[in-house]
């Protein structure tokens, strides 16, 4: 990821309200060897890694995402990117974090693929539900037990603001249409609990797929993929190590933070490539 900074603009906001929107500091970043532009705040919750991996492992090319606490628009933008065949409907909460999200899908030329809703996942239209062909989520993942950040946004995207991941599951599973993948990005000491929730709410099938930062290093994260109404058996798949010896990406983390599909594909399915 490539970054500029600038000291005020247009594309910021601060205060939570969305009236000094223009007094936020951002910078304006790239993802995908630059195929993707953003604009997010120089404080607070940024896109990176996690962002990218999630949309890679989207393999659905054609009919309808869900895009769960989108932020600034990463995953939603990166899946467009790739994927030109679907459409996506992005939620956020947050006021001036949803104003840049919607600068960044203008910005890349997604405004007609791509339509942002500022709302709260307890409270979704009732038109969403079970509607989508594939929702995925980067929650608040961080226990709630731990220091919160102080930085107001970072805060939210950490630990949330009054919801719990049993919150974004259910809204996950309620939006999906029978038989749709679910896809969850998290740390890997809560995939046990996700798992679970998964399991508790209707959503089965379960592929865990573990993000390793280095050879020899346990997981940080894991991407987690469920099916509504399906109770067959799931996977724990090889995953990826993000990182090589000499701490740059390794050959195939390249090849994603460039623009590849990462498969999370049920062992019992074919592999589909997506166009």
């Known amino acids: 990821m490539t970054t500029d900074k600038s000291p005020t603009g247009n594309e910021g906001g601060g205060a939570g309200d969305g009236d000094d929107l223009e007094m936020m500091q951002v910078t304006h970043d790239h993802l995908l060897k630059a195929s993707v532009r953003i604009t997010q705040p120089v404080d607070g919750y940024r896109v990176g890694t996690d962002t990218v991996l999630l949309a890679a492992s989207i393999s659905t090319d054609n009919g309808r995402i869900l895009d769960l606490g989108t932020g600034v628009g990463g995953v939603a933008l990166c899946i467009a990117h790739r994927l030109a065949g679907v459409e996506i409907t992005a939620v956020e909460k947050d006021t001036d974090i949803a104003k840049l999200a919607d600068i960044n899908i203008t910005d890349n030329g997604f405004a007609s693929r791509i339509r942002l809703i500022k709302g709260d996942v307890t409270s979704l239209p009732v038109v969403l539900a079970a509607s989508f062909d594939h929702v995925i989520s980067n929650p608040p993942y961080h226990d709630v037990r731990g220091t919160r950040p102080r930085n107001r946004t970072r805060a939210l995207a950490h630990m949330g603001d009054g919801t719990s991941l049993e919150d974004w599951v259910r809204a996950a599973i309620w939006a999906a249409k029978p038989r749709a993948k679910i896809s969850f990005i998290c740390r890997a000491d809560r995939a046990a609990e996700l798992i679970t929730l998964f399991e508790t709410h209707g959503a089965g099938e379960t592929l865990v797929f573990p993000l390793w930062p280095r050879h020899s290093s346990p997981a940080g ?45 049920h062992p019992a399915r074919p592999k589909t490539t997506p166009n």
């Open 221 to 265: 994260r894991v991407i987690i993929q469920a099916r509504r109404g399906v109770k067959g058996p799931g996977a724990i798949l090889p995953g990826l190590v993000i990182q090589n010896d000499k701490g740059g990406y390794s050959e195939m983390a390249s090849g994603i933070m460039a623009g590849d599909a990462l498969f999370v594909i």
